[in-house]
């Protein structure tokens, strides 16, 4: 997962192995062909997708697949090819602390999970706290969106106020040049 200030970014990996390949491949190739056209690929990406929960400050989001990159056939039922899977969602948060929370229900019976936070690339967004339930099929993490612009703004205000103090003491050794001469 990646979280900026505005915007929830997921990325999923799924690797199905070679004891449960067929089966997934024969979920994806919902016409049995033998290839996976792009729109079997999209379907099979919003099945696992409607078995998220993304919650925002306990609010759902809405997540959208923004892409789906499945391997041939072949590779998944040798155990090596990976369902790449990214999708968006927006988040209403604003400044402040805030809490993220995912719940991933997707082939719970057959499936190994593993969930992280990346760094965010928004300077806005601060990791906080994180936890996962020992399956890890529940995750929460804790965060705050500080803007950068309000420290700028800051120190844009303290260099205002510097060259005034500045301005005014200059005009006052002019006035004191201009009396004595």
């Known amino acids: 997962m990646s979280i900026a200030s505005a915007q929830l970014l997921v990325e999923m990996d799924l690797t199905p192995g070679a004891n449960i390949a067929s089966a997934i491949a024969g979920t994806l190739d919902v016409d049995a062909d033998g290839a996976i056209s792009p729109a079997e690929a999209e379907a099979y990406g919003r099945v696992v997708l409607s078995d998220l929960i993304v919650k925002a400050d306990e609010r759902p989001i809405a997540m959208t697949l923004t892409r789906i990159e499945i391997p041939a056939i072949d590779e998944m039922r040798n155990g090596l090819g ?33 969930v992280n936070a990346l760094v965010p690339d928004d300077r806005d967004v601060n990791l906080g706290s994180q936890s996962r339930d020992p399956r890890q099929r529940e995750y929460r993490v804790e965060y705050a969106v500080t803007p950068q612009w309000s420290v700028q703004l800051l120190w844009l205000g303290i260099g205002t106020a510097l060259m005034a103090v500045m301005l005014v003491g200059r005009r006052r050794s002019e006035k004191r040049i201009t009396k004595n001469e």
């Open 82 to 114: 990976t369902i790449r899977l990214l999708a968006s969602g927006a988040l209403a948060a604003g400044r402040g602390r805030h809490s993220l929370s995912f719940f991933n229900n997707h082939k719970p019976d057959a499936s190994v999970y593993m």
